[in-house]
């Protein structure tokens, strides 16, 4: 056993701890579990033990915490260098951690009007403006990243990066929404979405009881 335990929020909406969770169970590295119901009396309390704010996720190594969903897929990455976490090309490496930067740091709209569910479709789902614009980046991106370095596999670099951990909630979020997709964004979030991590976690956040209003989209929806 690796030692390492993983704080993470509701899985049915909390896209950030999907991120390192994902890259710990699709390289099958041991791991535990401490989940924390968001927005509840309790959050507060059962994250106060962490240095993190009070936000999820945090990776516990020992005596070690790590925050923040990218810095903790940085460190599994250096921990783990046998699961090369980032692609070994350099100019490959460089635009997937650029294009996790930008999921990280940006996309607001499409963050916002779409949050993740894992429960629910929302048939006839019209983005606005600024998701509309997010969503039609995340494809180019997809397609720029997959034509130029995804030759050897069917990720976004070829092989499975944190990259591909950064775009999960966005790919649960796509198809949520039923957003049209071109080809090779399509056959991409198949690729992820299959997954057997994947379906794993999606499996474990549907049969959650939480609801979470915040978190809830205000629009129509059916069981996914």
């Known amino acids: 056993m690796t030692g390492l335990t993983l704080v993470i929020g509701n ?8 991120r390192p969770w994902l890259f710990l169970a699709h390289h099958e590295i041991p791991f535990n579990i401490k989940k924390v119901k968001l927005f509840t009396e309790s959050m507060a309390t059962d994250l106060a033990v962490h240095f993190s704010d009070t936000k999820v996720p945090v990776l516990l ?81 997809w397609r720029f990243c997959r034509e130029r370095y995804g030759a050897s596999g069917p990720w976004l670099f070829g092989n499975f990066s944190a990259a591909d951990c950064m775009y999960a909630p966005v790919v649960m979020r796509l198809l949520s929404y039923e957003i049209a997709l071109d080809p090779v964004s399509n056959a991409y979030t198949e690729t992820l979405y299959n997954s057997p991590a994947m379906q794993q976690w999606i499996k474990e956040g549907t049969v959650e009881a939480e609801v979470i209003a915040e978190d809830e989209a205000d629009w129509p929806s059916e069981p996914f």
């Open 61 to 141: 190594d020992g005596e070690l915490e790590v925050w923040d969903s990218l810095a903790i897929l940085e460190y599994l990455a250096e921990r783990f260098p046998e699961k090369q976490g980032w692609p070994k090309e350099r100019t490959a490496r460089a635009v997937a951690r650029s294009a996790a930067a930008e999921m990280h740091s940006g996309l607001f709209g499409l963050r916002n009007e779409l949050p993740m569910n894992c429960r629910r479709r929302f048939p006839g789902f019209r983005p606005g403006p600024d998701a509309q614009r997010d969503i039609d980046r995340v494809l180019t991106l």
């Open 11 to 18: 899985q049915n909406y909390s896209s950030w701890s999907l």
